[in-house]
């Protein structure tokens, strides 16, 4: 493969198309099972079917999680889940448990298989041990740093390939296997069921002051102890490259397919321009960032790639500069067919939000579809309307608009790295 990949998640088929629209080079998601999100819309197999087709048609791969911790009585289906993928064409799968990926490799022998970050690889030794039963590709642990990593990968054979987050949400367990979930709600974090508790705002009650709750960490939208801070590696692309890191991973299957197309198009553009020049590249940063605060975030760090994670917890709720408008359906007679989301006004600035990068326009005319009237402002969400513009964009891109109730990001690390 050229350069790095960019592998983005779908956690459905407006995700996947979003992923593939606006410019990844492989994405991955999981069926109604075993895959280590059970919230996330995931794929039928009728639906996998048609991923497959519009993700090979594109000239890109999809991989399939099948990364849950599976019990003695889940194994039989998992193997034979994942020996029908293989014969409808996925183009690898992602697992994280011992046996299962020891089984899988007995009975699929024909289908690639990755190893999960749930799997904990922390050193080349246990990486060589996966590489020894089959593995093509070593998705590392979060918690290691840039140049661990990078001797980590020269200790292996040439041929195999580092896969790594660089964008998203961020756990405070080890590499995600958390017990919270389990403990306090009932719903395992391992099998696909968190209930993300360390997101949920606590206080501290003191022995002899029972019912006096004591704030931990506090500002004016809560406590936050245990939540961490999203990921974001944009500013540090060409250090991943240079530790050997052959797949960029944006984590993201709960997320929506706007999302994913804001966040998988910055990361595609900054590769292509990394590719281009790395002057080019920095040249662009400033203004990349801004378009991936553009979409729901929380405040961000580099996660442990340049050691411990500053700030380590207490990232707070989302944010976003804009909000998701509409889906653009595609062109008529130099107008944007748009199907509504939000409320947006005549005279409102608005962006297009396309593979090649936000068209900003003020809004001229609102043109009802079903009856040809201008209107002053539009409000239904999924009614059609028609918005004259002097550009073009293309069925699968989204409109976008200011966000009337952002707040400014406090705690936003990105271009100082810690």
């Known amino acids: 493969m050229p350069g790095m990949e960019l592998l983005s998640p779908a956690g459905g088929m407006e995700q996947l198309r979003a992923a593939v629209r606006f410019g990844a080079d492989a994405v991955y998601g999981g069926l109604n099972r075993f895959g280590l999100r059970a919230a996330a819309g995931n794929f039928s197999w009728e639906q996998l079917e048609e991923t497959l087709s519009i993700v090979h048609g594109a000239g890109k791969r999809f991989y399939l999680t099948l990364n849950i911790l ?7 289906d998992l193997a034979a889940d994942a020996a029908r993928a293989c014969d409808m064409g996925v183009d690898a799968a992602i697992v994280s448990d011992l046996g299962a990926f020891a ?12 190893v999960s970050t ?3 690889v922390m050193n080349a030794a246990a990486a060589q041990v996966f590489v020894d039963m089959g593995a093509q590709r070593i998705v590392v642990s979060r ?4 140049g661990r990593i990078a001797a980590l990968k020269k200790q292996l054979p040439p041929e195999v390939q580092i896969e790594a987050f660089v964008h998203g949400a961020m756990c405070m367990a080890h590499s995600g296997r958390c017990m919270l979930s389990d403990h306090l709600a ?16 606590y206080t501290v009650v003191e022995a002899k002051r029972p019912g006096e ?11 936050y102890l245990f939540s961490a801070y999203d990921l974001n590696m944009l500013s540090h ?6 530790a050997g890191v052959s797949s960029l991973k944006i984590e993201g299957r709960m997320k929506t397919g706007y999302y994913v197309a804001g966040v998988t198009g910055v990361y595609r553009r900054a590769l292509d321009l990394l590719y281009e020049s790395e002057e080019a590249y920095r040249a662009a940063l400033p203004e990349l960032q801004r378009e991936l605060r553009k979409v729901s975030h929380r405040a961000s760090n580099t996660g442990f790639y340049f050691g411990a994670p500053q700030p380590s917890s207490g990232a707070d709720g989302f944010s976003q500069t804009m909000e998701f408008s509409g889906r653009i359906l595609g062109m008529r007679e130099g107008a944007l067919l748009v199907e509504v989301k939000n409320r947006f006004h005549v005279g409102d600035p608005l ?20 009856t040809g009237e201008s209107v002053d402002f539009v409000s239904v969400a999924g009614q059609r309307v028609l918005l004259p513009v002097e550009f073009t964009a293309g069925a699968g891109d989204y409109l976008r608009g200011p966000n009337r109730n952002h707040r400014m990001d406090t705690g936003e690390k990105n271009d100082a790295g810690h």
């Not at 089984?103 to 298989?113: E, I, M, T, Y």
């Not at 918690?143 to 840039?146: K, Q």
């Not at 962006?351 to 079903?370: Q, Y």
């Open 237 to 242: 692309l060409p250090e991943l490259r240079e």
């Open 103 to 114: 089984l899988l490799r007995q009975r699929v022998p024909g289908l690639a298989l990755h």
């Open 70 to 76: 599976p019990y003695d009585d889940e194994l039989e």
């Open 213 to 223: 709750n004591i704030p931990v960490l506090e500002d004016e939208r809560g406590t």
């Open 186 to 201: 009932g719903r395992g974090g391992n099998r696909g069921a968190c209930a993300q508790p360390c997101r949920w705002q």
């Open 118 to 120: 749930q799997a904990n």
């Open 351 to 370: 962006e297009a939000l396309t593979p090649e990068g936000p068209r900003a326009f003020a809004v001229s005319r609102i043109i009802r579809e079903d």
């Open 143 to 146: 918690e290691l740093s840039l």
